[in-house]
Each structure stands twice: as structure tokens, then as C-alpha cells.
């Protein structure tokens, strides 16, 4: 059902991007979500790979102070805009989509709303857009959103690819999933033995293991 698309259960979601599964649930399995999700016919509760990435700049921009209103209403003109379902992952929106923002926090802002100001709403939408949309994305002709490194710099070689392994995050050049290799080094205690028993450089495993500690690090925090 998600060859292509990726599929998460909720659980798997906030462990990719850092968001509780509560919050997840509340902006996408509620009563007027903020979007309709990738797998919603599939009639399983989870996500799909331009879900995934959404939740991640929707979690920015709440950080940073945009209302919940101000992202439905952004959502919905940028999706008549590009005619996109999730305008969020293509690149146009790295353009165009800091005006669509700042007009929507100007319709349902509060007088006393700091982001009324348009200097820090352009600043907040600068620092919020560009990152999210574009560190660690890959683009394909249409500039949609295909592939996520979630960190070149520390974990250069961990990838989310919803073409393979149905999105989950793999070691990009022997396409074994992360979890894989760390659950196998949890049961052998042996880096090397697992990279045998898999037939892949030593080096790959330790890279997977890594990357997972890191996703049990921040759950932890």
C-alpha cells in the first residue's frame, strides 16, 4: 500500500522527527486535521514520507510562534497555489512560501501578536523555511520531496527513502535498515560479527548504531 508513498505508525513518526505521538495524533487523526495524510484510504493510522517531512516544518514554525491558524489557512491557499497536496515538501514553496505565511499570520494574528511586526515575522519565516524545507532534502524534476538525510554532517549516509524499506531510515549504500543493524548488534554484541552476518563493512554497522543511539538520546531527553 505505501510503496513509494513510506509508511510510519505515530510511533515511528515522532521518532523521526522529534514530535510526541500526542501532538501528531492531534494535528493529523482529530476532528479537522491540518492535512489529510498519504495513507488515509489505507485506513491505518500512520503516515506517509511528505507527511513526515510537513510535521517537521509545521513543528518549526509552532516553535517559533505561528498559530495553528496561520499554518491551516498557509496550508490551504499553498495547496491551490501549487496544486500540490502537500505544498510543504516542494521547493517552490522555498520561495514563494514565506508570502503565503505572512499573509495568513496577518489574517489571524492578534493585534498583540509579535509576529504582526512584519520585520520578525519575515525573520521567523526566514529561519523556520529554508532550514526545514531544505537541510538534508533531496528534490526530484517536479521539486517534490524524495529523499531526507536527516544529518549529512554527523550521520552522512543514513537516509529516508520511501522507495525503499517503505521509507524507514536506511544505510544508504547497502540499503539495510538502521534498526536492523542495531537491533542485531543489541542481540550479538559484536560489531563485526553483525557485520558479517550481513555481508557490509564494519563501518556501516557503526554508522547505524550511532544514528540509533542518537533517536534514543533525544527520546530519552
Request: hydrophobic share 40%; no cysteine.
Amino acid at each position: 500500500m505505501a510503496i513509494g508513498i513510506g509508511a510510519y505508525n505515530l510511533q515511528e513518526a515522532a521518532r523521526y522527527t522529534g514530535i510526541d505521538v500526542a501532538t501528531i495524533s492531534r494535528w493529523l487523526f482529530r476532528e479537522n486535521p491540518l492535512w489529510t495524510t498519504q495513507l488515509i484510504d489505507s485506513g491505518w493510522r500512520g503516515i506517509g514520507f511528505h507527511d513526515l517531512l510537513e510535521l517537521r516544518i509545521v513543528q518549526k514554525l509552532r516553535e517559533s510562534g505561528v498559530s495553528l491558524q496561520a499554518i491551516r489557512l498557509s496550508i490551504k491557499n499553498a495547496k491551490e497555489i501549487f496544486g500540490r497536496e502537500h505544498p510543504f515538501v516542494n521547493k517552490r514553496f522555498f520561495t514563494d512560501g514565506k508570502g503565503i505565511f505572512s499573509e495568513a499570520i496577518k489574517k489571524t494574528g492578534s493585534e498583540d501578536d509579535p509576529l504582526m511586526d512584519l520585520t520578525k515575522r519575515q525573520l521567523v519565516l526566514d529561519s523556520v523555511i529554508r532550514p526545514s524545507l531544505l537541510d538534508g532534502v533531496v528534490f526530484d524534476s517536479n521539486q517534490d520531496a524524495i529523499l531526507w538525510h536527516p544529518n549529512r554532517k554527523t550521520f552522512r549516509g543514513v537516509v529516508l527513502d520511501p522507495s525503499r524499506s517503505f521509507g524507514k531510515s536506511i544505510i544508504d549504500t547497502v540499503g539495510i535498515k538502521t534498526s536492523v543493524l542495531y537491533d542485531s548488534f543489541i542481540a550479538e554484541k559484536d560489531r563485526k560479527l553483525v557485520a558479517r552476518i550481513y555481508e557490509i563493512p564494519v563501518q556501516a554497522v557503526n554508522l547505524a548504531i550511532r544514528y540509533e543511539e542518537s533517536l534514543n538520546n533525544r527520546k530519552a531527553a
